[in-house]
């Protein structure tokens, strides 16, 4: 099974900058999209931005619109979250996301009923 790991979380006050990265463990072919997303304690998690390959249409949500920019990498690096002007609403656990598309419709490498893992986490202080 192909994994993903994410880095680039850390500690730091509102305003500062983070810039987190998706790896995975081996190469992945035909990705079609690539997307990050959040989680708190005690909620779902929840999709930040996405970026789509054939297009590289991206797509933000509302509250990281202007201060998040979403890229894709190449090889085994899936891309990068850039986050600006962090917000102490921006804490979290991130993870990231791969879609393939097979010989069949797209299909997400991992999917909600999975394990994902530690993702990387965000603390923004005030």
């Known amino acids: 099974q192909v994994q993903l790991v994410e880095s680039g979380g850390g500690s730091v006050r509102a305003g500062g900058s983070l810039r987190l990265s998706c790896v995975a463990s081996?190469?992945?072919?035909?990705?079609?999209?690539v997307a990050w997303y959040r989680q708190v304690p005690g909620k779902e998690r929840e999709i930040v931005a996405s970026i789509v390959s054939t297009n590289d249409i991206t797509n933000y949500q509302d509250s990281v619109k202007g201060r998040f920019t979403i890229s894709r990498g190449t090889g085994m690096d899936m891309g990068y979250l850039q986050m600006n002007d962090l917000r102490p609403d921006d804490t979290g656990a991130y993870y990231c996301?791969?879609?393939?598309?097979?010989?069949?419709?797209?299909?997400?490498?991992?999917?909600?009923?999975?394990?994902w893992g530690q993702g990387t986490q965000v603390t923004v202080s005030s």
């Open positions: 081996e190469m992945i072919f035909n990705v079609n999209a």
């Open positions: 996301n791969v879609r393939v598309r097979e010989s069949g419709t797209p299909r997400w490498i991992r999917l909600s009923t999975d394990d």
